[in-house]
């Protein structure tokens, strides 16, 4: 992610990329794919048949109608090479692969609406108990803000002692844990919901985004003339024993880059509209989550 300070220029620093990528590369090594579900035991011949095969044809017919050239296939092997060196992977399916492989995921979820994970989440983050205060500078910038709620089963049943797991960037666009600028564990928390299965989480407004602009993704993003941008958004995962993680991500209402998502993340049914609660700058938004039970 790129500050937002100038959107005009890539990070200040040129290992931005490849120090968030090696973050993120690292994390998805680690098994962060299992927060959303058991994995599939064993390999299917078959399957890897028929899925590796169906993506590589898609890639032979761009060859065929777009009618390639050995200057554009050679570019194409330098960026792939690029792509590696940085350790971008995690970001580049995340942001342009994910959100399809969400939707055929959620046709058959029931429960409250979520959205992809996003290559920044991480592990062993401090968990405190509600209402909360995520851990922040003492001069933490940006408007403070409170996001409150109630975790319920599909039959409307309070869910005592869910956890609500936040993490997002700061006021300038940064994540903590992937760019120095933030201190380790800075506004990223994992929320213990009370025996009614409600939460209330004291933070700061997040910013709105670029992906890296220094490394192979970005600059990809760039020479197709695609916008770089990511809307303000937390992100959540939200989960109670006996039931599926809900992964999701919320926005705000008035956000520029809402529509043009360059994860294609967003959606209408997770934007918040945050309100005036008369201390100071301080807003609020509420929002309630419901988890299907495990199957």
Request: hydrophobic residues 35%; negative net charge.
């Amino acid at each position: 992610m790129t500050s937002t300070q100038d959107p005009s220029v890539s990070p200040t620093s040129p290992s931005d990329a490849v120090t968030a990528g090696a973050h993120a590369t690292e994390i998805a090594r680690s098994g962060a794919s299992n927060l959303r579900g058991p994995a599939a035991g064993g390999v299917d011949p078959q399957r890897v048949a028929t899925v590796v095969g169906a993506a590589l044809e898609g890639l032979r017919s761009a060859i065929r109608e777009q009618q390639v050239t050995y200057e554009e296939f050679d570019a194409f092997k330098q960026w792939l090479i690029a792509v590696s060196d940085t350790g971008e992977w995690p970001l580049f399916l995340d942001v342009y692969l994910e959100f399809e492989v969400e939707k055929v995921a959620a046709a058959t979820q029931q429960g409250s609406v979520g959205t992809i994970l996003g290559p920044f989440w991480l592990d062993g983050q401090v968990h405190l108990d509600s209402p909360a205060t995520l851990p922040m500078r003492d001069d933490e910038p940006g408007t403070p803000m409170i996001l409150a709620g109630q975790v319920t089963a599909t039959d409307g049943t309070p869910l005592a002692g869910a956890t609500v797991d936040i993490w997002h960037t700061d006021a300038d666009g940064w994540y903590s844990g992937f760019a120095a600028a933030p201190p380790a564990g800075n506004l990223r928390g994992v929320v213990r919901c009370d025996d009614q299965g409600r939460f209330e989480i004291h933070t700061r407004k997040p910013a709105p985004y670029t992906i890296p602009l220094d490394g192979p993704t970005g600059q990809m993003t760039q020479a197709a003339g695609w916008s770089p941008w990511r809307p303000a958004h937390l992100h959540l995962l939200v989960a109670a024993p006996g039931h599926r993680t809900l992964t999701s991500q919320l926005f705000f209402t008035g956000d520029p880059y809402l529509g043009n998502d360059v994860a294609s993340a967003d959606k209408p049914e997770l934007t918040l509209d945050p309100q005036p609660t008369g201390n100071g700058d301080e807003v609020r938004a509420d929002r309630d989550f419901v988890l299907e039970r495990e199957t």
